[in-house]
């Protein structure tokens, strides 16, 4: 007798909070009949049921859509999301898989149209452009209850089309990774052959090092470097030891023969060799004759 008491004060307590009366404004008290009374019916004021929501396993079929072209295909793998607020949990995932074949073929009939108008090697942006169609989903009116779909897609690249541009792909990356390593090996044997410079140069005492000591130093650096870098160096050194003796060998011939040509045509030939050589070995032009000027200028 006291539970049953205790009961009625919790009903009253909750009539009040729902309705705003007061006790003496209420003239009879809500009040079950025996302990196993419906509860899946609200009492007048509460509000009304939540939505549940359910996602069913995702099908071992896949879909298949036309794209661009009609010679491409993207595989689709539908996802569905069932809600409804006038059916249990359980009764809605029965309903739901009631509902899923119809469901999937309103889904094919709609991705169809838009699927073909995407490029069948962009799954990414056919994927966007399915799902902006599907937004919002549609709803079954069900004997149970009104029960909402809201669909999503997943699309795969075709895979013959996969086969074909995988090579591509891993060429692409090989040489992006190639280029990465290239250029960070290159920073390093930098830093390592301006080091050796520096060793180099306060071992020699020579200071700050100019073109002309580094152009002699830098092989001997390269040396001591990187193996790749001190071959590319040394064939460096060895095409502009070349063409010094062209120089040379030019200076010569044009000595010997000198009065055989007139003098303007000697003039210049002797500066095309000597413009050629300077440019190769990184010279200014006449830059000796400066050096020299300023060797014999007489103290004032």
């Given at each position: 007798?006291?539970?049953?008491?205790?009961l009625?004060?919790?009903?009253?307590?909750?009539?009040?909070r729902?309705?705003?009366k007061?006790?003496?404004?209420?003239?009879?008290?809500?009040?079950?009949?025996d302990d196993?009374?419906?509860t899946?019916?609200?009492?007048?004021g509460?509000?009304?049921?939540?939505?549940?929501?359910v996602?069913l396993?995702?099908?071992e079929?896949?879909l298949?859509?036309?794209?661009r072209g009609?010679?491409?295909?993207?595989?689709?793998?539908?996802?569905?999301?069932?809600?409804?607020?006038?059916?249990?949990?359980d009764?809605l995932?029965?309903?739901?898989?009631?509902h899923?074949?119809a469901a999937?073929?309103?889904?094919?009939?709609?991705?169809w149209?838009?699927?073909r108008?995407?490029?069948?090697?962009?799954?990414?942006?056919?994927?966007?452009?399915?799902?902006?169609?599907?937004?919002?989903g549609?709803c079954?009116?069900?004997?149970?209850?009104l029960?909402?779909?809201?669909?999503s897609?997943?699309?795969?690249?075709?895979?013959?089309?996969?086969?074909?541009?995988?090579?591509?792909?891993?060429?692409?990356?090989?040489?992006?990774?190639?280029?990465?390593?290239?250029?960070l090996?290159?920073?390093?044997v930098?830093?390592?052959?301006e080091?050796?410079?520096?060793?180099?140069?306060?071992?020699?005492?020579?200071?700050?090092?100019?073109?002309?000591?580094?152009r002699?130093?830098?092989?001997f650096a390269?040396?001591?470097?990187?193996?790749?870098?001190?071959?590319v160096?040394?064939?460096?050194?060895n095409t502009r030891?070349?063409?010094?003796?062209?120089?040379?060998?030019?200076?010569?011939?044009?000595?010997?023969?000198?009065?055989?040509?007139?003098?303007?045509?000697?003039a210049?030939?002797?500066?095309k060799?000597?413009?050629?050589?300077c440019?190769?070995?990184?010279?200014?032009?006449?830059?000796?004759?400066?050096?020299?000027?300023d060797v014999?200028?007489?103290a004032?």
């Amino acid at each position: 007798m006291t539970e049953r008491k205790g009961l009625r004060t919790r009903l009253r307590n909750w009539w009040r909070r729902v309705t705003g009366k007061s006790g003496a404004e209420t003239t009879t008290d809500p009040e079950p009949e025996d302990d196993t009374a419906n509860t899946d019916t609200p009492p007048v004021g509460q509000a009304a049921q939540a939505e549940v929501g359910v996602e069913l396993p995702p099908g071992e079929d896949v879909l298949t859509v036309a794209a661009r072209g009609d010679v491409f295909t993207f595989e689709l793998l539908p996802h569905f999301r069932w809600s409804s607020q006038e059916m249990t949990l359980d009764s809605l995932r029965e309903r739901a898989a009631l509902h899923e074949e119809a469901a999937r073929g309103k889904l094919l009939r709609r991705a169809w149209p838009i699927a073909r108008t995407c490029d069948p090697a962009d799954p990414m942006a056919a994927e966007k452009a399915v799902n902006k169609e599907l937004r919002g989903g549609w709803c079954y009116n069900d004997e149970k209850g009104l029960i909402r779909c809201r669909p999503s897609v997943r699309l795969r690249i075709d895979p013959a089309l996969r086969e074909h541009v995988l090579p591509f792909h891993l060429a692409e990356l090989r040489l992006t990774e190639e280029h990465r390593l290239g250029e960070l090996k290159a920073g390093q044997v930098q830093a390592r052959t301006e080091r050796w410079l520096r060793v180099m140069s306060e071992l020699e005492l020579l200071g700050t090092l100019g073109p002309a000591e580094r152009r002699l130093l830098v092989p001997f650096a390269a040396a001591l470097a990187d193996e790749d870098f001190f071959k590319v160096m040394q064939a460096l050194k060895n095409t502009r030891r070349n063409g010094a003796e062209a120089l040379a060998q030019v200076l010569t011939d044009a000595t010997r023969n000198h009065e055989q040509v007139g003098l303007f045509e000697y003039a210049n030939a002797y500066d095309k060799a000597l413009s050629e050589f300077c440019r190769q070995m990184g010279l200014s032009p006449f830059s000796w004759v400066d050096t020299v000027a300023d060797v014999e200028e007489p103290a004032p």
